[in-house]
DNA sequence: CAGCCATCCTGGGGGC
DNA sequence: TGCCCCCAGGATGGCT
């Protein structure tokens, strides 16, 4: 499941094997994971084709490539991998993928790179398309227009800045917390609060932080919010070292190779196991699993209480 | 306006 | 072996 370090994952390859390359061709297999383009499969096409890359840019899980267009125009090509969303870096001898979407092909390099780009996408939940770019009053490096202006796309304005991001801050974090009324959960899979935040590692970063996700987010305390901010980004650089969480072979990098952090899960589909801190401490705590927000969470029942006041 | 929930989607797995 | 139901969950739009 693609969230933050998964998609850092893929902006890495994008940036290594497509910037400065020009698309060439573009064949949509699948108008679906074309959803969120306004002007239909045909405009995606039309405008895309002759376009050059310009960079690889990432907030929270939304990825995009900067792009020039042959009018001149600059946009965004936007991606996000939705459950199951691939970007794959492929020869044009390679085979189709059974769930290939979108076929981009490249201009060639004097090095030889393979020649398309592939998003390929099972459950459809992600997609493409072309998006505006905008002034950003914030400075987010999301690609540099004419003016030298920072600019963000449309539909990533609203994603807050992440756990990685350097200029991400605590202190904001904390105050929009307590004024939140909702639970700790909710609050760190609300990506215009704090972005880049999946069902998987919420859980791991709130087992970290010994915090119940019903936890209400107003009574947070300035501790709480640091050792919660701390541990999320701890799981996310560890995550990304490992090259990122693979249950299966749906989440894979550029090269279709699987990460492995899902063996340092602590509590994330671990019901029924004991709880690794509970165990290195003589407690006899064991992961649970239970039903909230129609997905599954896992904690420590012994370490992980349920507040007195809960916030679902 | 904030909070919350239904909806989109497919393949793998378990039960019978 | 085949069929049916459940499960996985990110983002969005609509409802309260």
Redesign the pocket.
Known sequence: ???LPEAEVVRRGLERWTVGRRVETVEVLDP?SL??HIGGPGDFVQRLQGASILDAVRR???LWLPVALASGDELALMM?L??SGQALIQGDDQPDE??LKVRLGLSETPDGLPGQLRFVD????GGMFLDPLEPTADGHPGGRGALGLPLIPE?AA?IARDPLDPDFDPSAFHAALR?????IK?AL?D?GLI?GI???YADEALWSAQLHYARPTETMTRPETQRLVEAVQDVMARALEAGGTSF?SLYVNINGESGYFSRSLNA?GRAGEACPRCEAEGRDGVIV?E?F????SYRCAVCQRRPRRA??
Do not use: A, W
């Open positions: 499941m693609p969230e679906r959803r969120r929270g899980k939304f996000h939705g459950m059974r769930h099972q459950r459809i939940f539909h609203h004024r939140r009324k909702t639970g909710r899979l990506q972005s999946g069902n998987i299966d994330y699993r039903q927000m129609n997905r599954s916030r679902y």
